[in-house]
């Protein structure tokens, strides 16, 4: 796929940040420059099932295998879900399996998620039912969420959990309900309680995430994102956009993906948005957060 511009140029090419997207067509890098949405194109063909990036180090699951930096191969086999974490790569299979590729001492995972990981071995580190999105050690699944804890996968609490947040205080939506883990999990929004951006009002929710620092996060419903400004604030803000599957922040900015295919950035009050020509579209990660 040839890369496409948007007509207006970038006028401080420095500030442009990447983005990649997963799909069933491959991997998609997407340009990004404040609140524009600009030149996009595949970086590596594959059923990509999940992305994930924190700080330079990037992983990506696909129908084959886990890849990491450059899309190099790590010898894992089918997986549905990925995550970067202090530890390494962690990655789950689609028969529940959840593996850790480890990464270097230094808790920075650099070695193994930028591409040097591929003389390292999988570690089987325990197994989940239904796995569906990965957060740093905190795994989302049908049973529930898990915690990666010297080793070992540790159940956490909750049910039917649809996705997770490690960064700051954890965060996890379940079908119906948003949860806070404090004395154990809190919840924030929806459930039996209703009111504002609940699922009974927007839809059932399907992820959640937080910027580098735990501060800022949002969720996403079926037809509206939510958004927190801090991690002190008790109120979530809705906006009414549909059709969100996934999210991350690049600096100041919120990009997201969705269902039908297009790419949407969140800033200064307003969305920008352009349609990539996707089909399945499954998740987004922004290298360098």
């Known amino acids: 796929m040839p890369t496409i511009a948007e007509k207006r140029v970038f006028t401080e090419r420095d500030d442009v940040v990447r983005a990649l997207a997963a799909s069933s067509i491959g991997v998609v890098g997407i340009s990004l420059s404040g609140d524009i949405v600009g030149e996009f194109g595949i970086e590596h ?100 969420v898990h915690r990666l804890t010297d080793g070992e996968l540790e159940y956490a609490g909750l049910d039917d959990a649809r996705d997770v947040s490690d960064r700051g205080v954890p965060l996890a939506v379940t079908g119906d309900a948003l949860y806070t883990l404090g004395n154990g999990w809190m919840r924030d929004l929806g459930g039996d309680g209703g009111g504002d951006g609940t699922p009974t009002e927007s839809g059932a929710f399907r992820c959640v995430v937080a910027d580098a620092e735990g501060e800022r996060a949002v ?22 956009e549909s059709g969100v599957v996934d999210a991350a922040f690049a600096g100041r900015h919120l990009v997201a993906v969705t269902d039908g295919g297009e790419a949407r950035v969140y800033a200064d009050g307003g969305w920008r948005g352009r349609t990539l020509g996707l089909p399945d579209v499954r998740a987004v990660a922004v290298p360098g957060e």
């Not at 089918?78 to 001492?105: E, H, K, N």
């Not at 969720?219 to 009414?240: K, Y």
């Open 219 to 240: 969720a996403a419903t079926d037809a509206a994102v939510l958004e927190r400004a801090d991690a002190t604030a008790t109120e979530w803000v809705r906006h009414d």
């Open 45 to 144: 063909r594959c059923d990509a099932r999940d992305a994930a990036a924190r700080g330079d180090a990037v992983a990506v699951a696909t129908d084959e295998d886990v890849l990491v930096g450059d899309f190099e191969p790590t010898g894992h086999g089918p997986a549905v879900a990925v995550a970067v974490t202090g530890d390494g790569v962690i990655a789950a299979a689609p028969d529940g399996t959840v593996s850790l590729l480890a990464g270097d001492s230094n808790g920075e995972a650099d070695d193994d998620a930028n591409g040097a990981g591929t003389g390292a071995s999988w570690t089987a580190v325990g197994a989940v039912e239904d796995p569906r999105r990965l957060d740093g050690r905190l795994v989302a699944a049908g049973d529930g």
